[in-house]
């Protein structure tokens, strides 16, 4: 193997720097040859510099690692996103009890979620015609007053409820907020009325220890629309789990994947070509190059548009003119590496959302974004080179 080696002259006889081929064997052993590392010798201060298509070979190598991160975790997240969904479709087991029984005593799985369940089969005279494509349809209206408390076996209130059994608006047509989740079937209704099954799911609450609760219900008469619970059902859901959280694991993952996947894409296409050469230009640059830099910052503004755009737009422009100037190839760098930190800033942002920091995060680093892609505009288009603050450089 050789490897090619600059020598400083200061150690060699002559003025001029010189470049020697030398073999692997020459180098001191436990050298790793890393680009830039100074070997020394006694009479020789060697350093190895790889050559560019080495550069690109690393780079390519890397990014496709990363791609392959990015895409393991999009089929991870699976995983959570389809447990929340099984979550939600799996019947939990329930306890019949008796409706207007006074407190019952039962016992369900300790340290679970549990609520309170009413199936109602309802008869109402009272409807609301709706018309969608010139096609009558018929609304069910009708408010059953409910209210429970659920208590420990010594007494100390779980949870307690006074709420409604109701359809979905009250008689001006605005949703009223309720505390339980509702399904209907209809059975039967037209102009005049009919029947529905309708099925009540209160919030959950958590069952101690023991697993013993007390519950005390009772569903009052309809005096709005004059509707009749003609069977009353009631039962307790126990071993209830939130799907929220896998919900929310299964986007996290989701979305980090397919942010690193898009890194690890950007890295794997910046090795595809080696570019315009490094060596920045100190005078005048070019009309055509301060402007073809500007558009690879203003290009992020994609990202309002479509979904990713704001690293499409850039890495599009910067592709297409990196080889023409080194300085479109320096500022369409620098504006993929702050596209893909604004990234990393969204998806701490979703983290945090459940702790309500990451609400007042977002619109933060969205006018972070704005303010900053205008100002390396500005400045590239002046001909500065503009450093974006608090980016990480994944190009470098």
Known sequence: MSARVYCAPAYLSGTDQQTR?????AIAPGNTGLAGLTLRRPDLNISIRRTSSDVNSMTA???LRILIIGGIAIVSSCVPLGSAIYQSLVNRPQIELTV??????????????????????????SVQ????????????????????????????????????????????????????SLSESAAGLDATGGTLNVRAAFRK??????????????LGEDSDYQASAERAALSVEHDVVDPLFNIML??????????????????????SSNGAPRD?????????????????????????????????GPLAVWMANRENNAFVDDQGREALNFQLT????????????????????FPLVWIFQICLMVVAAVKTNDGELYRYPLTIRFLS
């Not at 081929?21 to 064997?25: L, M, R, V």
């Not at 029984?101 to 005279?125: C, F, M, S």
């Not at 609760?213 to 009772?218: G, K, L």
């Open 21 to 25: 081929n030398i073999t692997a064997g």
């Open 61 to 63: 190598a890397r990014g």
């Open 100 to 125: 207007g029984e006074g407190e019952q005593r039962i016992e369900v799985t300790p340290n679970k979620g549990a609520r309170i369940v009413y199936d109602l089969h309802v008869r109402t005279n």
């Open 129 to 180: 015609e709706e018309s969608e494509n010139g096609t009558a349809s018929y609304q069910a209206r009708y408010r059953f007053p409910v209210s429970y408390t659920v208590s420990n076996a010594g007494g100390r209130k779980l949870t307690e409820e006074n709420s409604f059994i109701d359809w979905r608006q009250d008689d001006d047509g605005t949703l009223r907020k309720r505390q339980s």
């Open 205 to 218: 609450f958590e069952v101690p220890d023991d697993g013993v609760i007390i519950v005390s219900t009772d």
């Open 250 to 271: 299964g986007v996290f993952i989701l979305v980090g994947g397919w942010i690193t996947a898009v890194m690890g894409l950007v890295l794997f296409l910046s090795a």
């Open 280 to 312: 920045l230009p100190v005078g005048d640059i070019s009309a055509d190059a301060r402007r073809q830099a500007m558009f690879c910052h203003l290009a992020g503004f994609l990202g309002f548009v479509i979904p990713l755009g704001n690293v499409i």
């Open 342 to 361: 604004i990234l990393v800033y969204m998806l701490l942002s979703f983290a945090l959302v459940l702790v309500l920091i990451g609400l007042l995060m």
